[in-house]
């Protein structure tokens, strides 16, 4: 009998140790994610608020499901456009959760920061507006690319989309910021001429 005890006790000290073991791979493996990957999920949810801590409130909520779940993160390779993903979702259930406060705009002062001081700030300020202002369906995949640095076929399974789909978005997407463009020099060679 106490034969049969030892091995129980030693089986379940195996079983300890190898929790111990699993839990501290998960921990290595969770903070050389975040170490590689947290800039850019900061980047990208900052260009999908634009309120730094907005942004940095959905990289920590990011963070933390990809905590939880981590064990289904198969591949390392992936996890770049895993935790976009995630990203993206923490960012619809900020509009799921949130109740819009309706206030009448009389009773604010709105800063007016479209006021830029140099060439750089205004050429910059003119290209984030018209990236705005592309339907979500072309401006999304166009920052993940430009931003993200993903390719066509990361963004198709971040975004569950055929990967042609997505390339004709981006080249969509581009071409009406090229017209845009062109519009602008016009615009501004008549004004000039």
């Given at each position: 009998?106490?034969?049969?005890?030892?091995?129980?006790?030693?089986?379940?000290?195996?079983?300890?140790?190898?929790?111990?073991?699993?839990?501290?791979?998960k921990?290595?493996?969770?903070?050389?994610?975040?170490?590689?990957w947290?800039?850019?999920?900061?980047?990208?949810?900052?260009?999908?608020?634009?309120?730094?801590?907005?942004?940095?409130?959905?990289?920590?909520?990011?963070?933390?499901?990809?905590?939880?779940?981590?064990?289904?993160?198969k591949?390392?390779?992936?996890?770049?456009?895993?935790?976009?993903?995630?990203?993206?979702?923490?960012?619809?259930?900020?509009?799921?959760?949130?109740?819009?406060?309706?206030?009448?705009?009389?009773?604010?002062y709105?800063?007016?920061?479209?006021?830029?001081?140099?060439?750089?700030?205004?050429?910059?300020?003119?290209?984030?507006?018209?990236?705005?202002?592309?339907?979500?369906?072309?401006?999304?995949?166009?920052?993940?690319?430009?931003i993200?640095?993903?390719?066509?076929?990361?963004?198709?399974?971040?975004?569950?989309?055929?990967?042609?789909?997505?390339?004709?978005?981006?080249?969509?997407?581009?071409?009406?910021?090229?017209?845009?463009?062109?519009?602008?020099?016009?615009?501004?060679?008549?004004?000039?001429?």
């Open positions: 009998m106490s034969q049969l005890f030892s091995f129980r006790k030693k089986d379940r000290n195996k079983n300890s140790d190898d929790s111990v073991y699993k839990s501290m791979d921990q290595k493996r969770y903070e050389a994610l975040v170490r590689a947290h800039k850019d999920l900061f980047r990208y949810a900052y260009w999908l608020c634009k309120d730094k801590s907005i942004a940095e409130d959905l990289v920590q909520e990011t963070c933390l499901r990809a905590w939880r779940s981590l064990d289904s993160l591949d390392d390779k992936s996890a770049k456009s895993w935790l976009i993903t995630i990203l993206r979702r923490e960012n619809a259930r900020r509009f799921e959760r949130k109740r819009l406060e309706l206030v009448d705009i009389d009773d604010h709105v800063e007016d920061k479209s006021l830029c001081h140099s060439e750089d700030d205004i050429e910059k300020h003119w290209l984030h507006q018209k990236i705005l202002n592309l339907e979500a369906e072309y401006r999304e995949p166009l920052l993940l690319q430009v993200g640095g993903f390719s066509g076929e990361e963004i198709s399974d971040i975004l569950g989309l055929n990967r042609n789909t997505v390339m004709t978005r981006l080249f969509r997407a581009r071409n009406q910021l090229k017209e845009s463009l062109d519009k602008q020099h016009q615009h501004e060679g008549q004004n000039n001429g």
